[in-house]
């Protein structure tokens, strides 16, 4: 991968290119609506990676696709749970200083997280529409 950051700069439990590099399948998946797929693919990096706090970043993903796979289904109680654990899994992710310039350059990161934060348990279904909709950058563009 082409990054503009010296891997030195990246210490263990931060999100680095590796990272990135691991989530590419995961991240089509999602942004191709194939949201038990994107699950599926990232629980098995999720699990690879115990006692790296990176894995809170697939993690947080991984709940937002189950969320979506709710609210596809109508399942408003389902929509919202999966969402309630993501939002925590974001919070921690900055908590732990996990998150790097990586995920805000190559997977709009800023946006994802004011669209995971933006809904409620008050929310109605129609009020997931645009998570619903979002869509990372592309990892077919992340000059891999």
């Known amino acids: 991968m082409d990054y503009n950051t010296p891997m030195e700069k990246y210490v263990f439990g931060q999100f680095s290119p590796e990272h990135l590099e691991a989530i590419q399948e995961g991240i089509s998946l999602f942004n191709e609506k194939k949201y038990w797929e994107c699950h599926e693919a990232l629980e098995d990096l999720w699990l690879d990676h115990v006692g790296d706090s990176a894995r809170y970043v697939y993690w947080s993903i991984i709940q937002v696709a189950a969320s979506m796979f709710h609210t596809r289904e109508g399942n408003l ?4 749970g999966m969402l309630f654990k993501a939002q925590d899994k974001l919070r921690k992710c900055e908590a732990m200083h996990v998150e790097t310039q990586l995920l805000y350059d190559y997977l709009s990161w800023a946006e994802f997280k004011k669209l995971v934060f933006s809904i409620s348990k008050k929310t109605p279904i129609e009020g997931y529409k645009e998570l619903y909709n979002f ?3 592309d990892p077919k563009n992340w000059r891999v």
């Open 77 to 80: 109680t389902g929509a919202w």
């Open 135 to 137: 869509k990372f950058k």
